[in-house]
């Protein structure tokens, strides 16, 4: 009789593994495309391709626009590209290697996930597209080749420094008190325009020469930031936050973020505020990506994003004749804002279309400042993000996906809508080509907020499944009905994909603090320590899960990263009846640390109340009741999520004798910077749940 049960347990796992098509290794072999940018004349486009940690880039030119690799960095070695740029006379390209741009610190920091007795620089190079010679220039990050493509001005120490783009070393002109934030060279490559950080105030400056002192435009004791000159170079748009630090208002209520666009005279450094944002809880400042989106347009119309309306739209005004125009609307949001090179059209990702799944997906759309009309370019099923223009003006690249396609670049003839899929040969051979078509799937939280999700799973297998919630971090992000288009979540989706193919029933749920659902859902009150409402769109989604009829209720798991690890060990400390394993990968645990510690006499009113919700909003509150398996998995060079966050509540563990289990990995970041490393928690995410979950 045990041997029957052997022998029918042994085939029990021989179907499991031979119907499982693909391995993790495989489905995280998907090349991941960034930093797309386009030629100034000839049509040519470039971007940086991930090719399982080894970051090289191509450019493609037209008409084929084969794509042609320039660089040729050969090691799983975590140095990621960025900065990428043609020069304007189209004879190089420069970009930046090294670094971890992804973080909320030390971004240009030097990283080292392969652990080098040496760790690497962050350094600007150059590739030559007349001879391929690819050279390291000098250290610095943030490169931006001058007009007539002599000089390179970058930033190192946070001051501003030159190299001649032909022979020559860096040298630093001049230099201020302070942090410089970004910069921008003048229209004439003259001058160079930038955000000072003077700590309790910001300042835009103007450098010249050696022999000029630095023109101050509208100093105040403001926070001045995203200074633009304008098309003819004789005015600078920016926009005015307020500076130093304000009385301790209550820290429980929702407050107005304001903020203005003022205009000056690039000579004489005088200007006026052009326009003051609405004194409304949506009329704050906006925090999707770009923030204000502020650029100068054709006609020296100046446009910009608002969420004034509840949703992120682009508005364009004259600087000296006032009312602005809304140019977007509707229940869906922009992103990715790019000109064309004439500054006449405006391209953008948006959550809209014809289909009504749409609001869970991207597509291009376009303003054409002639007329101020609004047309989608794209449609369909897909995912298409990140538009940038090509120099004809009638053409935009992007990255496009599908739910079974991982992200690529692509072409789009405006005119003609043709759209032309670039690389497809760099997806590996034995890219799996079975994966699951999520399905959008909608519920509500306890408390009535709408919550949309993807549903991943596998047809056939057992009629009951084990399943598992998908948690983003963030939190200020949206998971789609395919590929996504950032780095971090395209993995996650290669991850659910895993775990659809392992048997899980995967529901990847976005919890209100989101995008991509308006000011209401993404600014909700009584968030993260100020209550962690945004928990009860989560233990919503398992409560869904377990309902389902194919799913085994008492075989749900969670797992997420970042804010993603906060809300799966909040869930795993509130609901382990209902969560029974979680992976809590670089979580966030303690919170108090996130009110703004009150100092002197005087203290926000609800100080006391803030504090008690705090505690009450961090998972260390729950740890008594936190019974279900946990692994904990966190990067020690992590820049966005102290490691000490999974350090010091594994101490609480220790000391509390719980069990857990856990993997550190050493010199890795927020973002697993070295693929070899990538593999390897997507690996013991997918082991842990399965061991726990989907064991027969
Ligand atoms: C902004 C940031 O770093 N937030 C982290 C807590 C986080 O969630 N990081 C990643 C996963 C992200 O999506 O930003």
Known sequence: MKKILFFLILMGLFYEVISQSFTIEQISSYPFPSELTTSQTGNSIAWAMNEQGLRNIYISQEPEYAPKNITSFDKDDGQEITSLQFSNDGKFIVFVRGGEHGSNWNYDAGINPASETNIPKVAIWKVSLENGKAEMLTEGDNPIISPDSKTIAFLKNRQIWTIPVAEGKASQHFEVKGSINSFQWSPDGKQILFELNRGTHSLIGIYSDHDRPIQWIEPSFQRDVSPKWSLDGKMIAFVRLPGGKSEPHPILEQRHSPWEIWVADAASGSGSSRWKSPETLMGSVPTTHGRFNLHWAAENQLVYLSYEDGWPHLYTMDPFSGPSKQLTKGQFMVEHINLSHDKSKIFFSANTGSDKLDIDRRHIGMVNLKDDQMVMLTEGEGIEAIPVALSDNQKIAFFSATSQRPMLPAILDIPTKEI????????????????????????KSSDGMVIHGQIFE??????????????????????????????YYSNTYAVNQYLAEMGFVVLSVNFRLGIGYGYEFHKAPRTYWQGAEEYLDVKAAGEYLASLENVDENRIGIYGGSYGGYLTALALGKDSGLFKVGVDIHGVHELSSRLKLQDGFEQAPDYTKALKIAWLSSPLAYLDTWTSPVLFIHGDDDRNVQVSQTTDLIRRFDEKKKPYEYLIIPDDSHHWMKHS???????????FLNKHLNQK
Request: aromatic letters at 8%; hydrophobic letters at 35%; proline letters at 9%.
């Open 420 to 443: 032309k899929l670039i690389a497809t040969d760099l997806i590996p051979s034995d890219f799996p080509d079975n994966l699951v078509v999520p399905k959008q799937v909608i519920f």
């Open 458 to 487: 596998k047809p056939g297998g057992s009629s009951k499944k084990p399943g598992v919630v998908f948690v983003h971090g963030g939190p200020q992000r949206q998971m789609l009905l395919g590929w996504h288009y950032g780095d």
């Open 677 to 687: 490393n990538l593999i390897k928690v997507n690996k013991e995410t997918a082991e």
